[in-house]
Each structure stands twice: as structure tokens, then as C-alpha cells.
């Protein structure tokens, strides 16, 4: 029977307090979603197959939970919510004046190896802007995640950038088709240069691999001066420079408001349908991203629908947490004084006034936990139990001190008992 | 292509303002369960199928998301959480001391043919009390939906409850073995009183068919002596003295504290785990229930753990949404105060000051939207956007009014414009 106890392979439980913190960073990433701007959206789990194999190509259906329901509809579980929230914009909310600025909470799944901050299922919070025709929307994305940073107190966080137009530009005056395009973005993505640099070369663009092999040499290089010289050296930094001034323009923006960016010339993301400026995020000593994200500008299109340039990130909120203990920082929660009530006469219309005084006690803020005694032998047990717990203080209500209508109040902390009037108590406890 | 902007079938998009208010819901019973000493747990959407099916029969399997995984293994996307919360308990909070409350909110998913307020993936906000070996945990639950109902202002709520445990007794009485015991609550639950009534005759057993036709007749009574007077008909009312004692002495308890409570002593629910009070929330007119619950005594056990007494509820959190629109109740979702700034400086230095104020300002709670505007023959349909989207201020940052450090604000109720100092903004629009 004990292996029915454990999750699933590759998921897992959250027990306190864990799980909330887990609640508290997702009800910090709202605040400030909200703060600037943007409104919720809740799409399903469930979607078709289809939406998410259109843009991401045969290669994503290998780590997505694909099953067909008893409709006989090809489903999945969702890997990711960008072409969700696409699909609603498209379906239901094209006449709201552009930018759209939209946010999600939400679980995703992908059927990955388990390993350190990698599960099945885990939770995205994240944000689309859609209608973002300029740069600036791509620095406010970093806004906001500074902004959330600060507030969850994250201290170390580094942002990885460059611009994938640089590659998919490349790709396309090297006449590599779309879906070369994406298996070169994939390739870029896991360092695999070699592989990238035989795409052109298979194609007869030795120009095109030659900058490939080049750039890979300046992996993580924090400059863009190596990626101008190469293109310049091999002749089209014309063609480029659009791209590589927008970086340069983006990395300024960012900085001007305290984030440490770090631009990498060699850097691409897996996701097929990332076109311009993209980003993940870094908090040493954790060794995997917490968040990534990045421009779109035809995702919209490939679905149907009108061009619409678009903007987006999604943090990793269970990596979010790993990160702030893996910089030994313990997360702020919001610590709320604690009450037990003990209450030792079993009568409704005692128990209904005693009800209503904790009432009032929960909306001040304060925790009320309410225990009915059924013998008074037990209180012994129960105010060890507060001690034990961390309640800062134990109500005894008691048949005797009812009639004089008193409770007896222990501070747990101080050790202290104090016999408080009953039209005092919620005063006593919250004041 | 257009189809492809549709859900899944039986799947539903929420956009604002519904998404928010879902949201909403979902914090004020976060904050409720909090105060009344719960903690929350998260625990996987996928589970193992085995979980469900152990206690719920083949029925369930019906109604549920089945499919093997990448690996092999019959996983279930969750019907409810209870079994999740169980397994859990049993995995790793044994040490708790009782009784454990916790609570969740989570996604949940039942292939059922869709229909006003029935959704294929819907929300579930839940507690449940491990260790509940009394009546008045069972009270607790009333006592924590009551708050709930207040603080999201749901003005009419009705709680039907019933004892299962008298079902339950007489069908262990008439020599009726478990998976007949399950049958006949999933009869009831449909209100199959006759069928009900063919199982206990199939065993011979007629006086517990007689004691169900009588039953059924006083369906919605509202009354425990009608039910009395059959059992002691049958000469058997001292077999269930005990369990009517305690439906009776809970609803003493449930109404002392001002809830609406109706004894239905025909009221059966269709989960097999349940064995003593039971509940369902009515929330008129809407015609179906947005919450339900009641006592668990042996699931632990019959996962191979200790036996735990237990209680919960689950609250359907879309259906609350439904309910609270049906009584023309439009939820009381904080307004804050929202300023659109318009940015016609295009300057990381000038930027980077001007985010900063902004910043100060979200920190106070208001929202602050910037749009950073390349033309500023574009001001004027920003204007209009802030006025028709209902923006409190529009902020004006004009080059020649920065040299002066001013900025234009213009307030969009009064339609008034001031000139304010640009130290003095963040003050101005807060204040």
C-alpha cells in the first residue's frame, strides 16, 4: 500500500510551509502584474494537440503529456500558456484598444527527466503583452520582474539577453527554410554550434556557418563588439545592425533602471516562435533559469489571425522559491499573531457567542483556532499543544468563569494568565 | 483555422472581469481558511488512478480523465482532492499533532456532458480536518462557510444536510456488503429510491426496503420526526438513536451560529467515502449546488493507514461566481485608482526617473500604466483611451515641461489639467 502514498513520478507534494510560500509569490506576482496594468486571464489545462504542435514542430510532442479524451479529441496537457493566451486574444479579445496587457497563474506540465528544480508539473506566472510595436515593452517586461524581485526580496538575479532576429535574419538571407529555422534555434539553444554551423553549410551558406562558428567563440561575452566585428569583417553588418542597435538600445533602457543585464551573443531559446529581443533569468548559486521570456511577432499571424507584435515572460514559480533558498534568503511571509480557544462548555448558545467574538478577532488579522473540549483533563494537553504550535496565546472558556463572564487568557510567550471580560476579549487579543 | 480559437469542448476561457473575480474568491478563501488555523497544501493534478478508484468504484472511472503516461502508468487528472489530501497526510504529516487542518485550492476535472455551471475543468477550494473525532469539527466547517459567504457578501445560502451513517447502518444491518453499500448511496444521491430500495429487497431484507420507500417520501422535510416515527414503526429506532442524536445536536449548533440549515433525511451524496453528516450548499436561484462535504470516518484506514475520523468540504469556486451573479450580487472586487503615463521623452536617464516615481506609486497601490509614446501627434488618442478605460490621471512628460521639472496631469473625472512638480507626482496622484 506505501507506494500509493507517493505522487506520481516526476510530481510532487507541497506541504507547509512550502506550499506558502509557493501562494505568497504567486500573490506578489499578481500585485504587481496588476500594479502595472495588466488583466487576468484563466485558460484551461486541457487544450488541443494542435495549438501547441503548430509553432513548436514534431520535437515538443516529446515532452507533452498528449492523450485522447473519451470524445476521441487529441488533447494535451498545456506546456506552456503563450498560445493560449493567444487564442483567447484571437477568439475574444481583438476589439480592446492595443497594447493588451495580459497575466496568468497557472499549472503546466512536460513529461521531462525529474531533477533538481524540474518536475512534471509545475506553476507559470507570467504576462503577454500583445500589440507591443516597440522596444519599450520589452524593457517594461524587466521592469516588472525587477519589481517583483524586489518585493519577494530575491537579491541576485541576472538577466541573459540577445536578439534572435540576429539568427533567424541569418538563417533566412541563407534560404534555410522555416523549419530549419526552428532546429536551428533548438540547436543554438543546447550550445550544439557544430550541428547549427551544418545547417548553412548543407545549404552552401559558408557565410552563414562561418558566423555561427564565430559567435559561438563569444558565448556569454557581455559585449556586443565581437558580434559587430564578425559581421562587419564578413561584410553585411549593414544587414544586421537594425537588430544589433535594439539590443544595444534595450540593454541601455534596462540598466537605466538597475537591472544587471548580460548580453550574449550566442544565446537562443528553444521556443520556436521567439522572432526579436529574448531573455532568461539567472539567481546564482542556482544553477537553472527562473524565468525566460521574449518577443513574438508573429504567433498571432501562423494562428490566423492579423500580425499583432507581442512581448512575454513566464517565471518558474517553484524555481522562484528554490532560488531565494538557494541565496539563504527566507521568504517574508506575512506572520499573524495566533489564538487558541479552548472552549470547555459544549452549549449552542454559549459556542455561538464565543463564534461571534472569534469572528470579529479573524477580521482584524488574527488566527482563531477553536477547540471544544469534551472533559477539562485534557486542557493540560491542549496548552502544551500552544506552546508547542506557537500560539502566542491560549483562551480557556470555562463553565465557572462564564457565569462571571470572564475567559482566562495565557500568554504564551510570556507565560503569563490574565482574566480578561468577555466584551473585552477581542479588544484584549487584537489591541 | 477559426476552430482552433475554441477550448477543448466542455472547457471554458475566463477574461475579466470574470477571471479577477475568480481570483478573488479564490483569495478570500485563502485568507478565511487562514484564520480559522488551516494550512495549505499543493499537491499534483495528476495522480495515480489507483487513488480514485480504490474507494470510488468503477463509476467514477466514467466520469474521469484516464490515459497512460509516457511511462506506462494509469494516471487520472483529479476528480477532487480529498484522496490527494489523505495521501499526503499518510506520506508525511502523521507526526502532526490532531487534529491537522488543512486546506487547498485547485484545479479539478470530471468528463461530464457540460451544461449550465458544469464544466469539465473547474476550481476546488477545500478543508479538510484530519483527526476530527467530534461533532463540532463537523459544526467548524458551517462555521468557516458562513465567513466565507459573508465576506464575499452571498446573501442567500441553504445548507441541506443529512446523516449518512443511518443509510449506512441499515444497509450493514440487512446484511448489504460494501459495494452495495456504495450502490445504494450513488441510488440515493440520484434520488432512485425505488432502485434504492430493489437492493435491500434483493437480500430479503424488507424491512430496510420499507424504511428507504417511507424514507423517500420525506424527502426535504426539514423535520426529524417523520424519520423517528418509521424507525420506530420498524421497532428499530434505538439501533439509530445515536446517529439522529448527533444530526439533531448539529444542526442545534449550525443554526445557533445564524446558518440556514434543512434536514433532508433523504439526502444522500454520491461519493462512497462518506460516512456520517453530510452536506450540500444552495445557493437559490441558481438551481445547483456550489459546495458540499461531510465526514470521512475510514478513508485512511482503507489506504492502509490508522483510522483517522475525518471531515471536509469542497466549495465549486466558478459555481460561487455563478451564484453570487444569479442574486444580482455584483462582487465587491477592490477598485484601485489607475494613472496612464505618457512617456514623450525617449531617454534611459529621463526614463529610468520617471519609472522610479512610478514605482512609488504602485508600492501605494495604484496601478500605473506607462506608454512611452514615439509621436506626440499620437497624445491625443492616448488621451481617449485613458478616458474611455476609465484611467483616474493621465500623466503628460513632455520634453520642454521636464526642463522645467514639471509634468501635465490631467484629471480624467473632472477633466481638469494642473501642472505638478515632478517631485511632488508621486504625492499628487496618491494622496
Redesign the interface.
Known amino acids: 500500500?506505501?507506494e500509493?502514498?507517493?505522487?506520481?513520478?516526476g510530481?510532487?507534494?507541497?506541504?507547509?510551509p512550502e506550499?506558502?510560500v509557493?501562494?505568497w509569490i504567486c500573490?506578489v506576482f499578481?500585485e504587481?502584474a496588476?500594479?502595472?496594468?495588466y488583466?487576468?486571464?484563466?485558460?484551461?489545462?486541457?487544450?488541443?494537440f494542435?495549438?501547441f504542435a503548430?509553432k513548436s514542430g514534431e520535437e515538443i510532442r516529446e515532452s507533452m503529456?498528449v492523450?485522447?479524451?473519451?470524445?476521441g479529441?487529441e488533447?494535451a496537457?498545456r506546456p506552456e500558456l503563450t498560445p493560449?493566451v493567444v487564442?483567447?486574444y484571437?477568439?475574444?479579445?481583438r476589439a480592446w484598444?492595443k497594447p493588451v496587457?495580459l497575466f496568468y497563474i497557472g499549472?503546466v506540465?512536460r513529461?521531462d527527466e525529474p531533477q533538481l528544480g524540474r518536475y512534471?508539473?509545475f506553476t507559470q506566472a507570467g504576462v503577454e503583452i500583445l500589440g507591443a510595436d516597440?522596444l519599450?515593452y520589452d524593457?517594461?517586461l524587466i521592469?516588472i520582474l525587477e519589481?517583483f524581485y524586489d518585493r519577494i526580496a530575491l537579491k541576485e538575479r541576472i538577466y541573459k539577453v540577445n536578439n534572435v532576429a540576429i539568427f533567424r535574419d541569418l538563417a533566412i538571407r541563407s534560404n534555410l527554410d522555416e523549419s530549419s529555422v526552428e532546429r536551428l534555434l533548438h540547436l543554438l539553444d543546447k550550445g550544439l554550434f557544430n550541428e547549427a554551423a551544418e545547417l548553412f553549410e548543407a545549404r552552401g551558406a559558408v557565410r552563414g556557418a562561418r558566423i555561427v562558428r564565430e559567435v559561438a567563440r563569444y558565448r556569454g561575452a557581455n559585449d556586443v563588439q565581437p558580434l559587430v566585428s564578425i559581421l562587419e569583417s564578413e561584410g553585411v553588418y549593414s544587414d544586421f545592425r537594425m537588430h544589433i542597435d535594439s539590443i544595444v538600445k534595450y540593454i541601455?533602457?534596462a540598466?537605466?533602471?538597475?537591472a544587471r543585464v548580460i548580453l550574449d551573443p550566442a544565446f537562443a531559446r528553444g521556443i520556436a516562435y521567439y522572432t526579436g529581443i529574448i531573455f532568461e533569468v539567472a539567481a546564482p548559486p542556482l544553477s537553472i533559469s527562473i524565468a525566460g521570456g521574449g518577443r513574438y511577432d508573429n504567433l498571432t499571424a501562423v494562428?490566423?489571425g492579423e500580425e499583432l507584435p507581442s512581448t512575454g515572460f513566464a517565471v518558474g514559480v517553484e524555481r522562484t522559491m528554490l532560488a531565494l533558498s538557494s541565496q539563504g534568503q527566507g521568504p517574508s511571509l506575512p506572520r499573524?499573531r495566533?489564538v487558541l480557544l479552548l472552549l470547555l462548555v459544549?452549549d449552542?448558545?454559549v459556542?455561538?457567542e464565543i463564534?461571534?467574538i472569534a469572528?470579529d478577532i479573524?477580521?482584524k488579522?488574527?488566527?482563531?483556532?477553536?477547540e471544544?473540549l469534551?472533559a477539562a483533563h485534557r486542557l493540560g494537553r491542549w496548552l502544551e499543544?500552544a506552546s508547542?504550535?506557537g500560539f502566542n496565546y491560549a483562551v480557556i472558556v470555562g463553565k465557572r468563569e462564564l457565569e462571571r463572564r470572564v475567559v482566562l487568557v495565557r500568554d504564551m510567550e510570556r507565560w503569563e494568565q490574565h482574566e480578561v471580560s468577555i466584551d473585552r476579549l477581542a479588544e484584549f487579543l487584537v489591541g
Open positions: 500500500m506505501k500509493l502514498y507517493e505522487p506520481v513520478r510530481f510532487r507534494d507541497y506541504v507547509p506550499s506558502e509557493i501562494s500573490s499578481r504587481v496588476e500594479s502595472f496594468g488583466r487576468e486571464i484563466k485558460t484551461p489545462i486541457v487544450e488541443s494542435r495549438l503548430m503529456y492523450f485522447k479524451d473519451k470524445g479529441r488533447v496537457l493560449s487564442r483567447v484571437l477568439r475574444e479579445l484598444p496587457r499549472d506540465f513529461y512534471r508539473g516597440d519599450n524593457v517594461e521592469e519589481e541601455d533602457f540598466k537605466s533602471i538597475g494562428y490566423g499573524r495566533r459544549k449552542p448558545p459556542f455561538a463564534s461571534s469572528r479573524r477580521r488579522g488574527v488566527v482563531v483556532q477553536i471544544m469534551s499543544y508547542k504550535e
